[in-house]
């Protein structure tokens, strides 16, 4: 293990964890509310609209996101409609996160007691009330492991991105490898840089997990 070439290539892996970071939590939030907008479409059962989220959400489950990337880069062009790879990047995650998102959400939504609603529909709340005063505060305490397992789930499915020419994590350590040769060192520090990006993720859920199971965020 060659310490000074770990030295040496660190800056680089801390430009390309900046870069698989910004991605990664654009992509994350621009899912959650995807992923909420499709729950709530799917468990109001509203006509035609749950049809198309229900296709968006087989199709995007169901496609690996290199192809989704693939098709962003690669095919759209020739449409005439040229993305920047950060660009594909963005709108790749959060079209496959989108789906786990409304999948995890939905699963929350059913949770919410139906005597609840009609308690709220008995005191003149309308729909979009219902949602927003008693059914999404529930609902979103309830998502958080599965929220925080997607969050680190799409986290870890940046490292597809250099397939596009991003240079992430990934496309980081393929250059080095391909340049230098310095395979050990090079996968210790990629590694290193995915946990420490993770961690805190992880360690965030649970922390959550466990205030919102108590109540005591006020503790």
């Known amino acids: 293990m060659n310490t000074e070439f770990i030295k040496q290539i660190i800056p680089l892996y ?13 992509g994350i939030v621009l899912s959650v509310f995807v992923g909420i907008v499709c729950a709530v479409v799917r468990w109001w059962k509203i006509p035609v609209l749950r049809i198309i989220v229900r296709i968006y959400i087989e199709l995007s489950r169901n496609t690996p996101l290199l192809i989704d990337l693939f098709f962003l880069y690669f095919a759209l062009p020739r449409m005439g409609i040229k993305l920047s790879s950060e660009q594909c990047g963005i709108i790749g995650l959060t079209f496959l996160g989108g789906s786990y998102m409304a999948e995890t959400f939905r699963s929350a939504l059913e949770t919410v007691g139906r005597t609840q609603l009609e308690s709220g529909m008995c005191i003149g709340l309308n729909k979009m009330q219902l949602v927003r005063y008693i059914v999404l505060p529930q609902a979103l305490a309830v998502s958080v492991p599965g929220l925080c397992a997607n ?3 799409m986290l870890k499915e940046t490292s597809v991105f250099s397939a596009v020419a991003l240079a992430d994590l990934m496309y980081i350590a393929k250059d080095l490898i391909g340049l230098y040769y310095r395979t050990q060192e090079t996968l210790f520090v990629l590694v290193i840089a995915y946990f420490i990006i993770l961690l805190p993720v992880s360690l965030l859920g649970y922390f959550l997990e466990r205030r919102l199971r108590y109540g005591q965020f006020g503790a």
Do not use: K, P, Y
């Not at 801390?14 to 698989?20: E, F, I, K, S, Y």
């Open 151 to 153: 969050c680190i789930f």
């Open 14 to 26: 801390a430009d390309a964890a900046l870069l698989t970071v910004r991605i990664g939590l654009t």
